[in-house]
T-cell receptor, first 111, second 114 residues
Framework: SQQGEEDPQALSIQEGENATMNCSYK?????LQWYRQNSGRGLVHLIL?????REKHSGRLRVTLDTSKKSSSLLITASRAADTASYFC???????????FGKGNQVVVIP | NAGVTQTPKFQVLKTGQSMTLQCAQD?????MYWYRQDPGMGLRLIYY???????DKGEVPNGYNVSRLNKREFSLRLESAAPSQTSVYFC?????????????FGNGTRLTVT
C-alpha cells in the first residue's frame, strides 16, 4: 500500500516564487526522504530527515517533519525553471531502506 | 562513474512472451531494488536484495522473478508477460541495507505489453 501521500498533486508557479509540497503517512517511520524526477529520468535523492529531527535544510530546500501529525513538507525557495519536475516523498518504516513512495507532486516553474 | 545502468531502455512484448530486465551498479553497493512506476501510483517495490545471495519479495512480486547474479548485477524476469505489466521499471541500489542512506536510481526501462 502507498505510505506517502503528497498534496497538492500539481503545482504551477512563476520563477522566483516558493513551492511547498506536503506528504502524509500512516505508520511510524525511521526516516523520510524526498526525491526529484525529471521527465523520462530516474529519481534523484534530495534530502533525508530522520524521525528525531524536525527540520532540515539543503541549499534552497527546507524539509520539516511532524511525527505527531505524521506529515512532512518540502519547501523550494526562489524556484527556477530547472526545478520543473515531479517530487516524491518516501518513508522508511523499518530502517532497512525498503522505501514506500507517495504518488508524487508535479511542479512546473514558469520562466 | 556510470552509477546504476539499466538495459534495455525500451521494450515491447506480446502477451505471453518472456524477457529479462538487466541492472548493474558500479558503486560497490550492497542492496539493490526493483520498482515499477505506473501513472498516478507512485513507485511500488517488486523485489529487493539486501545483499549478494539474498532476495525478498516486495509489495507487488506476482508475475516476476529476480536473480542477484553477483554484487553488481540484479536482474528482473517476466516469465509470461501480461498487459498489466506495462509500466516503467526502475532499478535502485544503496550502500547499506540499514536505514538512512539515499537510493541511487537508474533511468528506467519502459515496457509495453500488447
Amino acid at each position: 500500500s502507498q505510505q506517502g501521500e503528497e498534496d497538492p498533486q500539481a503545482l504551477s508557479i512563476q520563477e522566483g516564487e516558493n513551492a511547498t509540497m506536503n506528504c502524509s503517512y500512516k505508520t511510524s517511520i525511521n526516516n523520510l526522504q524526498w526525491y526529484r524526477q525529471n521527465s523520462g529520468r530516474g529519481l534523484v535523492h534530495l534530502i533525508l530527515i530522520r524521525s528525531n529531527e524536525r527540520e532540515k535544510h539543503s541549499g534552497r530546500l527546507r524539509v520539516t517533519l511532524d511525527t505527531s501529525k505524521k506529515s512532512s513538507s518540502l519547501l523550494i525557495t526562489a524556484s527556477r525553471a530547472a526545478d520543473t519536475a515531479s517530487y516524491f516523498c518516501a518513508t522508511d518504516v523499518g530502517g532497512n531502506n525498503r522505501l514506500a513512495f507517495g504518488k508524487g507532486n508535479q511542479v512546473v516553474v514558469i520562466p | 562513474n556510470a552509477g546504476v545502468t539499466q538495459t534495455p531502455k525500451f521494450q515491447v512484448l506480446k502477451t505471453g512472451q518472456s524477457m529479462t530486465l538487466q541492472c548493474a551498479q558500479d558503486m560497490n553497493h550492497n542492496s539493490m531494488y526493483w520498482y515499477r512506476q505506473d501513472p498516478g501510483m507512485g513507485l511500488r517495490l517488486i523485489y529487493y536484495s539486501a545483499s549478494e545471495g539474498t532476495t525478498d519479495k516486495g509489495e507487488v512480486p506476482n508475475g516476476y522473478n529476480v536473480s542477484r547474479l553477483n554484487k553488481r548485477e540484479f536482474s528482473l524476469r517476466l516469465e509470461s508477460a501480461a498487459p498489466s505489466q506495462t509500466s516503467v521499471y526502475f532499478c535502485a541500489s544503496v550502500k547499506t541495507g540499514t536505514g538512512g542512506s539515499p537510493l541511487h536510481f537508474g533511468n528506467g526501462t519502459r515496457l509495453t505489453v500488447t
